[in-house]
Structures are given as C-alpha cells and as structure tokens.
C-alpha cells in the first residue's frame, strides 16, 4: 500500500513564507481529513480510493465544506454561551452590588439608631429638695407638657401662647432651664432658642398631679 504525504502547506511556497489564497484556506482541512482518514483508517481509505492526487479534490472539497460549516456552528454556539454567561455575570454583579448597597444602607441606618439610643439624653430626676416654680413658671411647664415627642417651643411661641412679649416669658425660661426642667434644643426661627420639657420637668409636674388637692 502506497504511503500518502502531507498536504502541502499553503504557508510556504519556494521555501519561503506565503499568504494562502481563499482556495487554499477552503481546502486545507479538507486536505487534512483526507490524511488523517489514510493515516488512521488506510483500509478505508484505500476501499475509497484516496490518494495523494486527491489533495484539492472533490472529496477534499466534501469535508473541507463539512469542516467549516461545523466551525461556523461551534462558534455561533460558543458566542451564544459567552454571551449567555455574560448576562449572567452581569446581572449577578448588579444584583450583588443593589444587595451590597441594601446592606449598606441598612447598616448605615442601624448605626444611626444605635448612636441615637446611646447619644439620647438620660437626665436625672432630681429627688432633692422640690423647686419653688411661680404661677407663671407652673403654666410654661403644662404647656411644654402637652407637646409631642419630638415638638418644642422657641420663646415666641410661649409668649404667643400667653399674649405676653418675648421679653417677658424669656426670664421664665431661663429659670426652668437653669433649674433642669427645661432644656434648649434647635427648632426656633432666625436662631432663636427652642424649649422642651425635661425628665426632671416631667417628673416634678407628675408629682404636683398625684398630690391630694386642698379644699
């Protein structure tokens, strides 16, 4: 049995290096099917007739088009996967990162909590000595009392509430202040202080409640 050569190489042609023109290109797997069938499978090959003047052939031409029309599908298949995998990646990325931010903001606002709890004032109730408070002092701490949580009073808006002058109620203010049973907090208009009741206020006005009234 004849022994079949390698298809000539389209890269070098004279001993030197060559650029292969498109029939070279389209035969050359076609050649090399035709090799590697009389190399693997020579009683076939030699059933079906291959020789080396079958290199550039119909037959040659046959496996090249199967060649590379399985080429063309396995690249189509691999673009597919890749972008396929592309997708996926991306929107595991982007779901991570919405994920990550979600936890950031969460953690951001529990540490705002936790510093809100820790940084929140504890006042003591005075157990001492009872303050002496003026009519108008008694009515300043019942008005600050009816407030909501989070609300206060800048000096205007007591002296609204008793059709008084600002400088008339900021004295009684002060004093409560001074005495721990208001304390000043942000909230009035063009800088000025705002008020609110505090644990010690709140405690002395619930003590003068829960006294028996004289007659």
Do not use: C
């Amino acid at each position: 049995m004849e022994t079949l050569s390698t298809p000539p190489n389209p890269f070098v042609a004279d001993g030197a290096l060559a650029v292969p023109s498109f029939e070279q290109w389209f035969f050359l797997p076609g050649d090399w099917g035709l090799y590697l069938l009389f190399s693997r499978a020579p009683a076939v090959a030699e059933f079906v007739g291959i020789g080396a003047a079958d290199y550039g052939g119909t037959f040659a031409g046959f496996l090249a088009w199967i060649a590379w029309l399985l080429l063309a599908i396995a690249l189509i298949a691999a673009t597919s996967a890749v972008r396929r995998f592309d997708r996926t990646i991306t929107r595991g990325i982007a779901d991570g990162i919405a994920e990550l931010k979600r936890r950031i903001r969460m953690a951001i606002v529990f540490a705002r909590y936790r510093r809100g709890r820790r940084t929140e004032r504890k006042e003591p109730v005075s157990v001492g000595e009872e303050p002496s408070l003026s009519r108008n002092e008694q009515r300043v701490l019942e008005l600050h009392a009816k407030l909501a949580p989070g609300f206060a009073l800048s000096v205007s808006d007591v002296a609204a509430a008793f059709n008084a002058r600002g400088y008339q109620v900021r004295g009684v203010l002060e004093r409560l202040k001074r005495l721990d049973l208001l304390h000043t907090t942000v909230g009035g208009l063009d800088g000025e202080p705002a008020y609110t009741l505090t644990a010690a206020g709140r405690a002395l006005l619930q003590l003068r409640d829960a006294r028996p009234r004289t007659a």
